[in-house]
């Protein structure tokens, strides 16, 4: 099978200084490695003979069952070159990324082991548990790359996309702290290859949220603070009309001017009725608190 071949060719320069890849001689014990292997692809492979292929080769070959509740092939043998039910947790479902995780995770219990060990080892199990599954296993772009780790830059934009969806451009999806926690969480599990740079681009959403919301604060304590002084302003402007009658006599000298046969010109009756229509003015006056 070439495909998790080509996986490891991309994987194997990352790998191969931690792992030993250039050693001479193998001492790679590989029925233990096997072993390994197997406890993270070939879940309950009694029941289906497709499982190597449906967890650690191609998505073609569909989805594998739930694991909960089936059985390891490894199950009842010593953990010691095996991975334990919890350290399955954390393992991708994507079936390429599970094999390379894997055999990450196998090296590190079989340290004489190499990526070349693996492959020789597994890649015809899974070749073999694909046409099982009626699969011809093809190479695509995608699977070459896969391996691959995606840039910083990249990850900072596709973590921010995600954080942009998530909360919203201006974290008002995300005002309470445990949703905008649980989105970075999210979008972190989505950011395939990014854990590098999850610490860093916590920091930087963490920051500019707060100075996003500090921000905004500081715009609707200026909009209160100008809202209050205009009220102010405008109270003591009141305050002042109302000690001097000013409102009150404009108009009564208004009234007179233009509703007043005579314009109240010594015509105490015109005067009076002027005063009484312009009387809710010292009304008004009389419920502000000087």
């Given at each position: 099978m070439k495909q998790p071949s080509i996986l490891?060719?991309?994987?194997?320069?990352?790998?191969?200084?931690?792992?030993?890849?250039?050693?001479?001689?193998?001492?790679?014990?590989k029925t233990n490695m096997q072993r390994c292997l197997d406890s993270a692809c070939?879940?309950?492979?009694?029941?289906?003979?497709?499982?190597?292929?449906?967890?650690?080769?191609?998505?073609?070959?569909?989805?594998?069952?739930?694991?909960?509740?089936?059985?390891?092939?490894?199950?009842?043998?010593?953990?010691?070159?095996?991975?334990?039910?919890?350290?399955?947790?954390?393992?991708?479902?994507?079936?390429?990324?599970?094999?390379i995780w894997a055999t990450t995770e196998c090296i590190k219990k079989l340290p004489d082991c190499t990526t070349d060990d693996v492959s020789t080892i597994y890649d015809k199990l899974i070749e073999q548990s694909c046409k099982a599954a009626g699969v011809n296993m093809q190479i695509s772009?995608?699977?070459?790359?896969?391996?691959?780790?995606?840039?910083?830059?990249?990850?900072?934009?596709?973590?921010?996309?995600?954080?942009?969806?998530?909360?919203?451009?201006?974290?008002?999806?995300?005002?309470?702290?445990?949703i905008f926690t649980r989105a970075i969480a999210e979008c972190a599990a989505e950011a395939t290859g990014c854990d590098d740079n999850i610490a860093a681009f916590r920091t930087e959403i963490t920051n500019d949220r707060k100075s996003t919301y500090n921000q905004r604060e500081g715009v609707l304590n200026t909009l209160v603070k100008n809202y209050q002084s205009k009220r102010e302003s405008q109270l003591a402007g009141t305050k002042s009309d109302c000690q001097t009658n000013a409102s009150f006599n404009s108009c009564v000298t208004n009234i007179c001017n233009t509703g007043m046969p005579n314009k109240c010109d010594n015509d105490k009756t015109e005067k009076s009725m002027a005063e009484r229509l312009c009387q809710y003015y010292k009304t008004a006056c009389t419920t502000i608190k000087y």
């Open positions: 490891f060719v991309a994987f194997v320069c990352a790998v191969a200084p931690i792992f030993g890849a250039s050693a001479a001689v193998s001492k790679c014990q070939a879940i309950n492979i009694g029941m289906n003979p497709s499982a190597r292929c449906q967890y650690c080769g191609t998505s073609s070959a569909g989805n594998p069952p739930s694991q909960k509740g089936l059985t390891s092939i490894t199950a009842g043998q010593s953990t010691k070159y095996t991975l334990n039910a919890k350290e399955l947790e954390v393992a991708p479902s994507d079936p390429g990324r599970r094999y772009a995608a699977m070459k790359n896969m391996a691959k780790k995606p840039t910083k830059a990249a990850c900072t934009e596709t973590l921010g996309l995600c954080m942009n969806e998530k909360c919203g451009t201006a974290f008002e999806k995300c005002e309470d702290d445990a």
